[in-house]
């Protein structure tokens, strides 16, 4: 038995109450968990991902090229388009900006708070290039 668990993505924020409310209608999760200062849901394929008070807290600033971006969540989607009108409904925005030919496998969002994810076709197959 392994000592050590997986255990769940933490995500500090202003507002938890808000955020969590972002990611559980973009995830389509339930509310696992909740108290003054953190908020836990639970998608139905067993993701878990909390959102913590951090009244301190600021926003990331990626895609800004002199900070580098440390972490970012990653959901797979079949329809990057309808995912994208869905994440805009819910407060959050896109942050690729560049343009690209063809289709686009993989587009970058920050959440109302300002974490960046990102939503991909498929699983990805080699390093990100730039």
């Known amino acids: 038995m392994a000592l050590v668990h997986a255990g769940v993505v933490v995500l500090d924020?202003?507002?938890?109450?808000?955020?969590?409310?972002?990611?559980?209608?973009?995830?389509?999760?339930?509310?696992a968990?909740?108290?003054?200062?953190?908020?836990?849901?639970r998608a139905a394929d067993g993701f878990?991902?909390?959102l913590r008070r951090d009244v301190n807290t600021t926003a990331p600033s990626w895609?800004?090229?002199?900070?580098?971006?440390?972490?970012?969540?990653?959901?797979?989607?079949?329809d990057l388009d309808a995912a994208e009108r869905l994440?805009?409904?819910?407060?959050g925005r896109?942050?690729?900006t560049r343009e690209v030919t063809g289709p686009r496998e993989e587009r970058g969002y920050a959440d109302?708070?300002?974490?960046?994810?990102?939503?991909r076709r498929g699983v990805p197959v080699g390093p990100k290039q730039g």
């Open 13 to 31: 924020c202003a507002e938890p109450e808000k955020l969590a409310e972002f990611y559980r209608e973009l995830l389509e999760a339930e509310v």
């Open 33 to 41: 968990d909740a108290d003054a200062n953190r908020v836990e849901i």
């Open 48 to 50: 878990r991902l909390a």
């Open 63 to 78: 895609p800004r090229p002199e900070n580098s971006l440390q972490a970012h969540l990653e959901f797979v989607v079949e």
């Open 87 to 91: 994440i805009v409904s819910l407060g």
């Open 94 to 96: 896109a942050v690729e």
């Open 112 to 119: 109302p708070a300002g974490h960046s994810f990102t939503l």
